[in-house]
């Protein structure tokens, strides 16, 4: 379309962007590094309940001589990312050596690192003391394979038979690393000969792995290498004590193979997180410099990010997923760092209450020290939060009742997606006066009291025992990999015959903005001939959230059912997200005894900003004002157009005969202005010649914006000038041909159609060829019959 002119493409260009809304998006408010981004740091707890469950474990590995110095020295990193890597500071760690004693001098086992407590400073030391496996001493420990002296000697660390007794009920483990098999054929505590000894050792093997399993010690084998025999490490773990971190296959004791020494590390850490009931996520590898990553999800709420760089002289930094550089020790944003092992091959950090989401490792290295390929890999547990409604509130026994489980972290994150809570099995037990406990499966499978599958709140029903008399209490445990439960008890009452108030109460399911309320409905019965006082009250909050519920009180008026609306307000400090907790009522007037619960259903998300809010108004406007402009563009251009006088031939005449013409080029007639002479060279007929300007020496053509031809002859005023027909111009003749006459009444549009030329003057002879097809009655052109060319 050659007839846009630049003007015309920036308006139409303004108007676009218009359209396509701000320049640059504005990150949301509660994003994480967005501007005014906040994250409600977790209720603050002295609690040690609140954090992972402590194990207390050994790591015993092989230093005998058939392992080459790399393997040793890969075993030795291995077993510093488990000391390094644990979860909890109130675990327990131990480093043992192994080999045989063969002669005078030299001890089977070589206890590197004592059973140390895996704080702070204790890692520290771990870090140290690990290093000491990667040092034979072929004086003081044998070339032999002692298995059942490195197994005994873990198992006494464990379970406590000598000073600093293990801690009750910390499960404890034996993680062994090894290349080969059983070794005692040179070692004389086992016999006089090498038969016997092997003999020996193997019945040896099979007392202490005995002894590991009266003392609930797991052995978790893991081999490499060429030479291993499967079957003694499958013994191994099916010797010792079978127990399991959760009801989940796979946390119980076993064999693990790998091809080679390099899959040591990857591999242990997988068998610990196994153990110990956490999960692992294995994030990048690189040299550095460079920015590896490790991705921590939603229901994590303790970690250790685990850095393999080999070389101390590797230098770490950490940047959470908003892109914020994280201490190494210390309180940020709602969590606790605490880095170790920075003079080491293996580097970790702790942390509690992990910002969901990929976090980034910086490494770097001086030169000569960027050789090594650095791996980052983050060990996680999700400890949940239950909150738990029974329904009835207060039940009568022997009667059935619901229970209705919801979960969120201790960061106060509302797990909504079950794909996070794959495999996970969660169970209920009731117990109380006069009766014996009662277990229940939930789920969350929309099949009977389940009200809708895939909506993280599992449920189940139950009959209270006839028997029970006085408290109850539930607790619910969730057993998946990497999760567990706080197991926080509900306490009810059972009720004494029929209840005099009853109710039923629901909470609207919203997604509001911070400030704004949500809207619920108690209906109460009540059959006593008192009126009774209700309390609303909220339970199990997300932490930071500043939730009301109005009102407070309620009366349930005597002898009759009453429906009593209420809201809950979200205060303008509410952090983004699923809101967790209940809204609980009460009967004060029966002693505070419990009626119903409900759940919250509401998401908090970020106020609209100004373009969410007007960009329809601000669309609408842009749209009016491109067709506004569009149009105004048009009529400018169809004006212009409309006037140019391009293709207008000027023929000059004189007694019927055609002396010249003369036609108009583009850009000769600015305005729709031609200015133009007449010749009269002696002797020779005159001509036509274009004049630049229209001064008063100059015959002018011009062209109204109705389409209108005025000549002024020089010197002379101006007179119309119609198509075809003479007008006069001194001695001559002036006739006006081609071009775009003036439209027909009523044809004011510039959508015209081209004439169809029979005839009419020769452009480039200037002679006259016929005249035109579809002339007027006057004998001029009729408009329908020009285009105007766009």
Known sequence: MQWIDKGGALLLAGALLALSGPLAATPASGAPGAPGARTVPPTASADPAEGPDPIDFAVVVDQSASLADKDLARETEAAALLVQGEISERSRAAVIGFGSSEKRGQSPV???????????????????????????????????TDFPAAVRQAVTRLAGTTAGAAKPGAPKVVFLLTDGRLDVADSPEYGTDRESRQANGEKRLSEELARARAAGVQIWPLGFGGELDRASLTAMAEGGYRGACSEIPGSA??????????????????????????????????????????????????????????????????????????????????????????????????????????????????????????????IWQGRLRSAVVLDPASPRAGEQVAIEVQMQTRRGVVITDPRQLAGLSVAAELSGEGFAPVDLRLADDGKGPDAKAGDVRFTGTLTVPKSATGALELVTRMDAPGITSDRRPLHAVVAEGAPLVTAALTVDGATVHPGATVRGTLDVTNNDSAPHTLRLALADQTPGAELAVAPATVTAPPNRSTRIPFTVTVGPDTPHGPLGGRVTVVDTTDGDRALRGAFLDVRVVAPPTWWERWWKAVAGGAAAALLLGTFVGIRLVFRRRRRDLTGVTLELRQDGR????????????????????????????????????????????????????????????????????????????????????????????????????????DRRTGTDAGPLTGSGPDGSPDASTYDVNF
């Open 110 to 144: 070589r206890e590197v690192c004592p059973l140390i407590v895996a704080d702070a400073a204790g890692r520290e030391r771990l870090s140290d003391c690990v290093q000491r496996l990667g040092r034979r001493d072929t004086a003081r420990m044998g070339p032999g």
């Open 253 to 378: 004791p076993r064999m693990r193979v790998v091809g080679t020494s390099a899959e040591i590390d990857k591999a242990l850490q997988e068998t610990f997180a196994a153990a110990r009931c956490a999960r692992i996520a294995h994030g990048t590898v690189g040299r550095p410099p460079a920015d590896l990553t490790v991705t921590i999800p939603p229901i994590a709420t303790d970690g250790s990010l685990t850095v393999a760089k080999h070389d101390p002289a590797v230098q770490v930094t950490y940047y959470d997923p908003a892109g914020r550089k994280v201490p190494v020790r210390g309180e940020f944003d709602g969590s606790s760092f605490e880095v170790s092992g920075q003079n080491g091959p293996v580097e970790a950090l702790r942390v509690k209450n992990p910002l969901p989401g990929r976090w980034r490792v910086h490494i770097e290295a001086p030169p000569g020290h960027r050789d090594r390929e650095v791996a980052v890999r983050a």
């Open 658 to 761: 055609t002396l010249d013409s003369l036609t108009v080029r583009r850009g000769q007639s600015p305005g729709g202005v031609f200015a133009f002479a007449v010749d009269e060279p002696y002797g020779t007929p005159a001509t036509l010649r274009r004049v630049p300007g229209a001064g008063s020496s100059a015959h002018v053509l011009r062209r109204t914006g109705a389409g209108e031809l005025l000549l002024r002859p020089r010197g002379g005023a101006q007179v119309p000038v119609r198509p075809g027909e003479p007008a006069g111009l001194g001695d001559h003749e002036l006739v006006v041909r081609g071009g775009r006459p003036a439209p027909a009444a009523g044809r004011g549009t510039p959508w015209t159609r081209r004439p169809r030329r029979t005839g009419g003057a």
